[in-house]
């Protein structure tokens, strides 16, 4: 169904009342200012919308997704390096190809004078293996400024990386009401419910035992939705999980 529909079918006041969602939160979600909502609470409030109006929102989640992706993303920036120009040398070149013609034709009509013409060309030749030294140098000065910025925006990009795939938290979102027990297997703190609330808890490693499967488990990167009404029995531990059987 589509949001702006909904919307205008039922009053923000309505909602509110009806999924307990605050105001504020719904007037996010139909402005679709999704930078505001964190995922866990957004997919959380989208649930419980569509269980107590028995709709389906699911376009709304995929356009969240797509949202919040293209604003986290990093854009790598081109690194422009212009080019040295050094017309110098060439200018350099050329006088010194008069130099040396007017130095054959100076040794030709004064053939006992060579010794100034030769100091002047001995110059010359070291001022332009001085301005080749110089480019060469700048040139390395450049190359050597672009390969530092490429190295620190790779670190950039792999710190990125790293921080979105790291496991901090779990969220249990109930689809009808459930008994459940959780245990922090880092901390050995228990936590006990019979709800319909969604809960969310810190923590990497975790054993949970539940009433039933109707319900989803959002941990890193998976959607766990048992979607049975037997007991179930998770562990979930370094990023993975597994569903087990005997322990109490």
């Avoid at 140098?137 to 490429?150: G, P, V």
């Amino acid at each position: 169904m589509n949001v702006d529909k909904f919307f205008e079918q039922h009053s923000i006041e309505e909602i509110s009342k009806k999924t307990k969602i605050s105001p504020i939160s719904l007037r996010f979600i139909k402005n679709k200012e999704f930078e505001k909502i964190p995922r866990v609470k957004f997919i959380g409030f989208i649930r419980l919308i569509e269980r107590e109006y028995g709709i389906d929102l699911s376009e709304l989640i995929e356009e969240y997704n797509s949202t919040v992706k293209n604003q986290s993303s990093p854009t790598p920036q081109k690194i422009k390096v212009q080019k040295k120009e050094t017309p110098i040398i060439l200018y350099i070149l050329i006088a010194l190809t008069l130099l040396i013609s007017g130095a054959i034709l100076y040794k030709t009509t004064q053939p006992t004078k060579t010794a100034p013409i030769k100091n002047n060309l001995e110059f010359s030749i070291a001022e332009n293996n001085a301005s080749t030294i110089t480019t060469q140098n700048d040139m390395s000065i450049i190359e050597n400024n672009l390969t530092y910025k490429i190295e620190e925006e790779n670190t950039s990009l792999e710190e990125n990386k790293t921080k979105k795939i790291s496991i901090n938290e779990i969220t249990i979102i109930p689809k009808e009401k459930v008994w459940y027990r959780i245990i922090n297997l880092d901390t050995n703190k228990t936590y006990e419910y019979l709800t319909t609330k969604i809960h969310s808890f810190k923590g990497k490693n975790f054993y949970i035992k539940l009433g039933h499967g109707n319900v989803t488990i959002e941990y890193g990167d998976y959607n766990i939705t048992p979607n049975t009404k037997k007991i179930v029995k998770i562990l979930l531990k370094n990023g993975k999980y597994e569903y087990v059987k005997g322990l109490k």
